[in-house]
């Protein structure tokens, strides 16, 4: 790692604490002058840094750039590429593009900023720079015979990664929304790659939106959409904990406990839902949430339904 991302790394862990340049400089066996020139190379790129000839360095907290050689730092046990992007069109689209390429299991692709970011059924997810977390991961699955847990296996990694570095625990909206205070602060969007020549599964990219920073949401999401706004969150930090639980949780997706942790952060269990097929809506209870992920419902009638696919809405939200 250059000596100015090792530095960057060292800042952000010491954000708002001042460090010398000599302290720096005995710590990556370097002059102070090299420290000076990785420093200034730092605010070249946007940092915000303070210099006090007494005091040394100070990083600021708002700082607050996507950064791969942090993320990678964070989990030095994964060897797989990470791509950041400052504006890309859709993070799942380019995984895909490398997914094509025979891109690894546990690739990452990160942006700051989606021109088109997209979510399930075809509707978009509202991505403006610097306020969110954007980020698509390549997985080659092992066990095609679970691939219905990945989305629950993702909201369950989300949830974790939220709690582990934000200090929040988000609830689980069926199948791929997370929640605070009945507003939505996240979504996932999972796709499957097939070859066409085996007709097998050949990779699945899984996309995560999360909506870190208070914004100004269009009209239309204003009073359904939310912000963790935690203070002095790094998006560095929740996507290298992102990177890790989704690892994990995609790679145990036989475990009985991950769907027992799916239905523990369910806020839709003994709700009643509205739940659209066929273009009609309807009314149910939900009672369960069974081993695939699927909405076990009591419909008024007294008579169970299996919900496997569909855009429900708690009712009376």
Request: with cysteine; hydrophobic share 40%; proline share 4%.
């Amino acid at each position: 790692m250059a000596l100015k991302d090792s530095i960057l790394f060292r800042f952000e862990e010491s954000a708002e604490e001042y460090l010398s340049g000599e302290q720096l400089a005995e710590e990556f066996h370097v002059s102070r002058a090299a420290v000076w020139k990785a420093v200034k190379a730092l605010k070249e790129e946007g940092y915000e840094i303070e210099s006090s000839p007494s005091r040394g360095y100070c990083f600021s907290s708002e700082n607050d750039i996507l950064n791969a050689q942090i993320i990678e730092k964070l989990n030095p046990e994964e060897t797989a590429p990470v791509y950041v992007f400052e504006t890309i069109d859709s993070t799942n689209n380019y995984a895909k593009i490398l997914a094509a390429r025979n891109a690894p299991h546990g690739t990452l692709v990160i942006a700051n900023h989606q021109s088109a970011g997209r979510g399930r059924q075809g509707h978009s997810f509202y991505s403006p720079a610097s306020s969110g977390l954007y980020l698509s991961l390549i997985i080659h699955p092992s066990q095609s015979e679970y691939i219905s847990r990945i989305t629950p296996a993702a909201a369950v990694a989300a949830v974790r990664a939220i709690e582990e570095t934000a200090g929040i625990r988000p609830g689980i909206k069926w199948v791929n929304d997370l929640f605070i205070e009945k507003k939505k602060i996240a979504g996932i969007l999972s796709e499957a790659i097939s070859d066409f020549e085996t007709h097998t599964l050949s990779a699945v990219i899984i996309g995560i939106g999360i909506n870190c920073r208070p914004m100004k949401f269009p009209d239309e999401l204003e009073e359904i959409a939310s912000s963790l706004n935690a203070n002095k969150l790094s998006r560095n930090a929740l996507a290298a904990a992102l990177w890790k639980y989704l690892l994990f949780y995609t790679s145990h997706l036989e475990d009985p406990q991950l769907m027992e942790l799916y239905r523990r952060d369910s806020i839709i269990l003994n709700k009643e839902i509205l739940y659209t097929q066929n273009n009609e809506t309807f009314q149910a209870k939900v009672t369960g949430i069974n081993d695939e992920g699927n909405l076990i419902l009591q419909k008024p009638d007294g008579s169970v339904q299996v919900l496997t696919s569909g855009e429900i809405s708690v009712k009376d939200w």
